[in-house]
């Protein structure tokens, strides 16, 4: 789609609602927000909701944010590739052509709106947003800065991935133009850690396990383990880059057990080796530096598995 | 100095040394390669020196370096704002205007060189030199473009601290229309760590003290500690920001020790509390978020003087 069909679609209707994606991010949450201001400004009736509510990690997008009472009427969803992601309350708007209009930067995304704008190579659905607020010519509050600044920086890593774009460095150098406190937002979102984050952290790096001179490294979460923390099992998702964190690791293996017997595989990679045909053996697959795979047997049989296969494509 | 001039003393001369800081970062290290290879590509001569060495984890700056001989008749520091900053092995060049030209981003630049370009407000030493290159419209290579990254993005924290500019972001932009493999140069400057970093972090981290309803968090380093990881001492440096890392502290302390009854202390704050002001009081300073002094006593006497000042701060 074109961006003015986008902005004609803003202007043609009154009464939006747009949905974020389950366990949200600051991408998910940026787009939703930014977008629900955005129409806001132009005198509609806009609401943002989330199957699991808004964490405080991003109060700052939402501080001033109160829920309008209306019957919506057009409903976008952003940043959602498939509408299993809104999550068990959004259920209803699982249904094809229940959304009126999809925004996202998935190459994956299902086309399942009734009009889809897609953009696979943008580093964040916010960016796409951002360029479509500014060829409307109008004004872009502080607080729609904010939240499409957060939006960038979230999916970039803060500008540190491989899917960070110069378009993503000019917005965002744009964007500090506004008010929108840019080192305290990055603190927040790539600095803090709860207190039970940074214990599991701690507990899985002391638990790190150097093979093949040290360039194959594992961590294994088991049950037990999560059980024995206290700790929310949220926290114990997104450690699968902490084994490639020890320099000279080129092949990081995090083993997670999903039930007795059955361990799910997180495998990360330098340039070196192919995290996906590390995985295809095993029936597993992703992308050449991230894949996963599944598999069965006491763990010292599926660590075993692992090593043997870890040899192969380190001496390849 | 107006940039004309600088690319005018590049002309004018043949035989180029540059002088890098001791303990060398990605900034002065880009720096120095960055302008070593734009001199060579120039048809001058030029050589870089460090006196600690160049460490490994830059290696893809100087891979194919090598030094070349010649007398050098111009002496160029870049990054360096105190002639003592140089280091034991360049001592030779610590004597007032034994530098001819120096380009720093230091506000507390000496002005020990005979001439000095000086800008406070730029994100890194390199965001300077990037732009004396774009001025001179001569070409850019690959690694002379990867060396300026690599010091725009040292300084800046990949673009997550208050000192990142949108010219730091432009340039990055620009920058990235070379083939530099960011991703790659940012997981090694960002996310990978030694073996016995990683420890140390994790016996930290293991150890932090929350206090006044965890909105204190205090580490202690003590030598025992220090010699018990049989870790060089260096890896030590750089930990302050730790106990700030805790979800809801506003003020973080490192106490490390420095010998038999003498504590250092690192002092990081959250924009709720002046860290400076924290330090004042007991002889020591800084800048509003970061700040540092020395005390005396037992730990035990120490740790007393410093939780009684956080709170009277925190309930201020």
Not at 128 to 147: E, H, Q, T, V, W
């Amino acid at each position: 789609m074109e961006y003015r069909e986008i902005l004609d679609i803003f202007e043609q209707h009154d009464k939006f609602l747009i949905l974020t994606h389950k366990s949200p991010d600051g991408d998910t949450l940026g787009c939703g927000f930014g977008l629900c201001y955005f129409l806001r400004d132009m005198g509609k009736q806009a609401n943002v909701v989330n199957s699991d509510g808004f964490p405080d990690r991003y109060d700052y997008m939402y501080a001033e944010y109160t829920e309008q009472d209306f019957k919506p009427e057009y409903i976008i969803a952003v940043d959602i590739a498939d509408p299993a992601l809104m999550g068990k309350n959004l259920v209803e708007y699982q249904e094809t052509n229940a959304v009126d209009l999809c925004i996202d930067h998935h190459f994956s995304n299902k086309n399942y709106a009734k009009l889809s704008h897609v953009e696979g190579d943008a580093s964040a659905a916010a960016l796409i947003l951002y360029k479509i607020f500014k060829l409307s010519g109008r004004p872009i509050s502080d607080i729609i800065a904010k939240c499409l600044y957060t939006g960038i920086a979230t999916d970039t890593g803060c500008f540190k991935y491989e899917n960070t774009t110069p378009d993503a460095h000019n917005a965002a150098a744009e964007l500090m133009a506004y008010n929108i406190d840019y080192a305290n937002v990055n603190r927040r979102m790539f600095d803090v850690k709860s207190k039970g984050r940074l214990q599991i952290e701690q507990i899985v790096t002391a638990a790190m396990e150097y093979y093949l001179e040290d360039r194959c490294c594992m961590i294994v979460i088991t049950t037990e383990l999560m059980n024995s923390c206290g700790v929310d099992q949220a926290e114990f998702d997104g450690l699968a880059s902490i084994p490639l964190s020890a320099e000279g690791v080129m092949l990081g293996l995090t083993v997670k057990q999903r039930h007795e017997g059955v361990y799910k595989i997180s495998v990360r990679t330098t340039e070196e080796i192919d995290a996906s045909a590390f995985c295809s053996v095993f029936g597993g697959g992703g992308h050449i530096r991230a894949a996963g795979c599944e598999l069965k047997g006491t763990l010292e049989e599926v660590k075993e598995k692992l090593l043997e296969r870890a040899k192969q494509v380190i001496n390849a």
